[in-house]
């Protein structure tokens, strides 16, 4: 049997749910706590473990999913503030890379050789892989939709960049909308209700709503890859500089990463609504950063768990 497992509940845990719902074998699902043991890992039943984050105990075999792209901010060994523990690294028997290209990097920081990291492709890219917007079904499609996603800060990074949501609020238009999706680790954003800008759950999938979307507004998330895969052009909104530094970020920000990034409200704005289309700098950054992801990661995954169990 195989044991699915991430910190996260599993609608908000993409790669994992990708390969769970294809996977026709045997198997169970159970949401851990990175830090404290599970009697489901110790309970004998599993060979095989798939995770979406580092281990710290085996019942088997384990396949490392991890949950986003490798190649924004510095992670694992290689954060200031590293929560993964090496002497745990050798749990990982293999570790999934979204693209050739991050396999040193991901060996790297999963303290892991790097025959043992392999670029299947990121699972949750195979549900998105040639949609088009109204594909997700959601409310995005009806407006123009910007959607926002900061990504985590821990306590010892910079906090959020403040944003005058009011002065934002007060120009869009009635046919555009904000939306604001905080980390799943994260509180709430909006501090009241506002006309044109409206804050969703941190929870569940998240897909479905970036393939309605027109345009991805995040700091450092690599959410923007995902919206690259669809097509959907990205600004990046960050006043606050220092983030990098303290965190470290893989390649060069902004630069190789998107080619628009606003510096306070009234550039964001204008960015936002002039946003059309990627340039060279955004598909660069999706081939290197998500070059296995062609719409049959889940299989491959699959082929490995079968070949391993």
């Known amino acids: 049997m195989i044991l699915f497992t991430s910190t996260r509940q599993i609608d908000g845990s993409e790669n994992i749910k990708a390969v769970f719902d294809a996977y026709h074998g045997s198997k169970d699902f159970v949401q851990v706590d990175p830090w404290r043991h599970h009697p489901a890992i110790r309970s004998g039943r599993y060979s095989v473990m798939v995770c979406d984050e580092f281990p710290t105990e085996s019942p088997g075999k384990i396949i490392n999913l991890l949950h986003g792209f490798a190649g924004g901010k510095t992670s694992g060994l290689d954060q200031p503030h590293p929560y993964h523990s090496a002497r745990n690294a050798d749990l990982q028997d293999y570790v999934i890379a979204p693209s050739v290209d991050v396999v040193n990097l991901m060996a790297r920081f999963c303290g892991v050789p790097k025959d043992r990291v392999l670029p299947l492709g990121a699972p949750r890219t195979d549900r998105y892989i040639g949609k088009l917007k109204g594909d997700g079904g959601t409310e995005f499609a009806q407006k123009k939709t910007y959607f926002y996603l900061p990504t985590y800060r821990s306590k010892e990074d910079k906090p959020l960049p403040h944003i005058d949501w009011k002065w934002l609020d007060d120009r869009l238009n009635d046919d555009e909308l904000l939306a604001v999706r905080p980390h799943p680790m994260s509180g709430k954003l909006l501090d009241r209700p506002y006309r044109h800008i409206r804050e969703y759950a941190n929870g569940g999938l998240l897909t479905p709503w970036l393939i309605d979307c027109d345009v991805v507004i995040t700091d450092y998330s690599m959410a923007m890859v995902d919206g690259y895969l669809l097509d959907k052009p990205c600004v990046l909104f960050e006043p606050n500089e220092g983030y ?37 700098t955004e598909r660069e950054c999706a081939r290197l ?16 768990i079968e070949e391993i169990k």
């Open 244 to 280: 990098t530094w303290t965190r470290g970020m893989y390649l060069n920000y902004p630069g190789d990463y998107c080619s628009r990034y606003a510096r306070n409200e009234e550039e964001l704005l204008d960015l936002i609504r002039k946003a059309d289309g990627l340039t060279e």
């Open 289 to 304: 950063l998500a070059g296995a992801c062609d719409g049959h990661s889940a299989e491959r995954v699959i082929r490995l």
